[in-house]
């Protein structure tokens, strides 16, 4: 049985067995790659670490020996390259193995990784690797994604290295392994070192990007072993692209901590019917998903795959709509927990593997963090009153998990950072038993005639409408009401968007809400925009609305 986690981390219990808070420990130089993944290859060098399955069907599996070998191979092979402790290296991999070979190999030569979504364009690569200062890019080696690269670097000393494929001129990752020596000597780390660029997805301004230091994987200890509920022997399997945050939440540190093998599907587009298919064939014991998944899960018939794998269902990113939920539980017998975090941090809120979901909650705050709720004042806001999470830190300390920076903008982090309290800029209320309830970011939170509406109140109920398979709620700028409630709305088979509908899906949100929460604006749609993570993006709605009042030469 692992306990490897158990020298970095101690749950302090409750009288009713609850845990009332951890304890995190960690010595100065600390390195998960060194200190957890090479560990058990020295100890259990044939536990499995990663079962690996590319879209045409082949199972690749890696134990913690093999990760060891192949990543002291490839930190030989990128030191060959030039590349050196604090350089920071891109990673744009989907989901090929070879992500987590280089990013191990890069945390053990004290390099910082900056994975990266291979859905951004070749400007926005420019921008970053710009930002950063990179000196390579590790990319995986399709025509379209090393096209978008080399545009990226041209005319610069990035060192462009595909994976998987020979592009041009460029060094190929798997022979440079291959051709490495397998021997290497520990590098001296200190845990406060830059470790990760994560680049947020904000919309204004030039990129920015959330730098995480090597004390960072043990905040997730927590995610995987109390949230997923990941277990010693078992195989857990996220649903995200190597180049989010939720990779590191869900597929690498935490899981490996605890034991547990990951599993990864490089697939090239979804199919819920192959995803509940490779879960039975592969004995899945925990999952974690977006909501659209699970959307798309229970348009088919469960009963008609074994899923008898599954210990624990978890979901995060935003609001699960609760009839998909229901409908989930009714086909596997399995509750969906929820969970809210961020790039900037660990997990902040979840329904634990051993707590009982409370309907609407996204959960309680986790044992790492104090969290409050405060209004526009910086006030406490009582029980049941909506207000902006934040992380309170104890003894004036930076939290386990939570960034240590905006690169090369301290003015941004000090603002998050305001009244000595991390804002998150999200917004909840609480009941008086710790339970908290999502409303919405900032700036999804619609203001309408004096009324503030939480998005995804209105959207899960009407997500309980058997027409409605998916829907985003946003404020439609009004010169009346400031703004108005809009849905845009993707239809089930069968129905058909006419005014009728419109009218049926309006009275049915007055008949289940208070009536200034219904939508006066319906728009029926072929599918809605979602980012590479699988969050339905209600900013590129807003923005498309904006372009369209442009257009049509109306004021904002």
């Known amino acids: 049985m692992s306990d490897i986690y158990e020298d970095y981390y101690r749950e302090i219990k ?4 609850s845990i009332a808070r951890i304890e995190t420990r960690y010595g100065a130089c600390f390195n998960f790659a060194y200190d957890v993944a090479d560990r058990f290859a020295e100890e259990s060098p044939d536990k499995p670490a990663l079962v690996h399955r590319s879209a045409d069907g082949t199972v690749t599996r890696y134990s913690f020996s093999d990760m060891k070998r192949l990543s002291d191979k490839a930190a030989n092979a990128l030191r060959g390259l030039g590349i050196r402790r604090g350089d920071p290296v891109f990673l744009l991999l989907k989901r090929r193995a070879e992500f987590w070979i280089a990013i191990l190999a890069l ?3 004290g390099a910082v990784a900056v994975p990266t979504s291979h859905m ?10 710009k930002a950063a200062g990179a000196k390579a890019i590790v990319c995986a080696g399709t025509q379209d994604i090393c096209e978008k690269v080399a545009e990226a670097v041209r005319g610069t000393s990035v060192i462009p290295i595909s994976a998987g494929n020979r592009y041009a001129d460029w060094a190929e990752l798997d022979e440079l392994i291959e051709a490495a020596d397998d021997a290497w000597e520990r590098v001296p780390t200190n845990v406060t070192d830059d470790m990760l660029y994560y680049f947020t997805s ?7 990007a959330v730098i995480h230091d090597f004390s960072y994987p043990i905040a997730h200890i927590y995610t995987a072993k109390c949230w997923h509920g990941a277990v010693d022997g078992g195989l857990h399997l996220t649903v995200a692209d190597s180049g989010w945050a939720k990779s590191a939440w869900g597929k690498l540190y935490g899981q490996w901590f605890v034991g547990s093998a990951v599993m990864v599907y490089d697939y090239e587009n979804f199919f819920a019917g192959e995803m509940l298919r490779l879960i039975a064939e592969a ?5 974690c998903a977006p909501p659209t998944i699970y959307k798309y899960f229970v348009t088919e018939d469960l009963s008609g795959y074994d899923l008898s794998s599954l210990r624990q269902v978890t979901t995060a990113g935003e609001p699960m709509p609760a009839e998909v939920a229901r409908k989930f539980a009714a086909g596997t017998g399995l509750t969906i927990r929820d969970g809210f975090g961020q790039t900037e941090t660990a997990l902040q809120i979840c329904t634990p593997a051993a707590g009982t979901p409370i309907a609407g909650s996204v959960g309680k705050a986790s044992p790492l963090y104090r969290i409050e709720l405060l209004d526009e004042d910086g006030n ?3 029980a049941g009153e909506e207000g902006e999470i934040v992380i309170v830190p104890e003894n004036g300390q930076r939290p386990i998990g939570i960034f240590k920076g905006y690169l090369g903008d301290p003015e941004r982090y000090r603002d998050v950072w305001r009244g000595g309290v991390y804002h998150t800029g999200d917004k909840a209320r609480a009941d008086e038993n710790g339970n908290y309830f999502f409303v919405g970011r900032n700036d999804d939170v619609i203001k309408s005639s004096g009324y503030r509406i939480g998005p995804s109140e209105v959207e899960d109920i009407l997500m309980r409408h058997p027409a409605v398979f998916e829907c985003a709620v946003t404020g439609y700028p009004s010169k009346t009401r400031g703004t108005v409630v809009k849905a845009d709305v993707v239809l089930n088979d069968g129905f058909t968007g006419d005014t009728r509908l419109k009218t049926e899906l309006q009275d049915f949100v007055k008949a289940n809400a208070a009536i200034y929460k219904y939508p006066r604006m319906i728009e029926f749609a072929d599918s809605l925009p979602h980012t590479s993570n699988g969050k339905i993006s209600r900013a590129a709605i807003r923005a498309r609305d904006r372009e369209t009042l442009r257009a049509a030469g109306r004021s904002l």
Request: no cysteine.
């Open 202 to 208: 904000g919309t204004n301004g030039a990129p920015k």
């Open 120 to 129: 951004v364009s070749a400007e926005d690569i420019a921008e970053r690797v």
């Open 283 to 287: 004995g899945i014991t925990t999952f």
């Open 107 to 109: 945390h053990k030569m």
């Open 380 to 382: 406490p806001v009582p």
């Open 14 to 17: 409750a009288p009713d067995g």
